[in-house]
């Protein structure tokens, strides 16, 4: 377990044991960063899409 997991497993556990009853209890992906987490709609372009796509904003907002 990569040390960030950790730290995110203590937090929560602090969190938890201080929540008053009836809240919802954190979860340590919640708090790590760098957890793997679902996302929808995200679209994955490649480096020179993405820098075609800069140059065009860029270049509007020249104007």
Do not use: C, H
Not at 12 to 39: C, E, F
Not at 42 to 53: C, D, G, L
Request: a positive charge; hydrophobic letters at 50%; charged letters at 25%.
């Amino acid at each position: 377990m990569a040390w960030r997991a950790k730290v995110a497993v203590l937090l929560a556990t602090m969190i938890n044991i201080n929540l008053p009853k009836g809240k919802t209890r954190v979860k340590a992906d919640a708090l790590n960063p760098y957890a793997a987490r679902r996302q929808s709609n995200v679209m994955v372009i490649s480096r020179e899409e993405a820098t075609e796509v800069f140059k065009q904003i860029a270049a509007q907002g020249k104007k």
